[in-house]
């Protein structure tokens, strides 16, 4: 998806600072995932049982995930739309 991304802001019309933005917001989204699934395998290690700890643990770093990802997706709403206004994105 961040490849396809980056190829996208590539082609449109969007400054500089826009491609530039894209692409950190992207590499922001595979840094949360990285921690994410880190976050998960160490508590996973730590115990086979059920904990709320536990859970409460991969949904916050779940979370993070999915507000980098919202983030990344403000971010391209904003850009296309200042692409349609004409407005230099």
């Known amino acids: ?21 894209i692409v950190a917001l992207g590499v922001l989204v595979l840094a949360a995932e ?9 508590v996973d290690h730590t115990s086979s049982e059920r904990s709320d700890l536990a859970r409460y643990a991969k949904d916050a770093a779940s979370a993070g995930v ?3 990802a919202v983030a990344a997706g403000l971010a391209w709403v ?10 230099p994105a």
């Open 1 to 21: 998806m961040n490849a396809c991304s980056a190829a996208v802001a590539l082609v449109l019309p969007l400054s500089a600072e826009g491609r530039a933005l």
């Open 34 to 42: 990285a921690l994410n699934t880190g976050i998960e395998a160490a």
């Open 66 to 68: 999915a507000l980098t």
């Open 78 to 87: 904003f850009l296309i739309a200042g692409v349609v206004a004409g407005s």
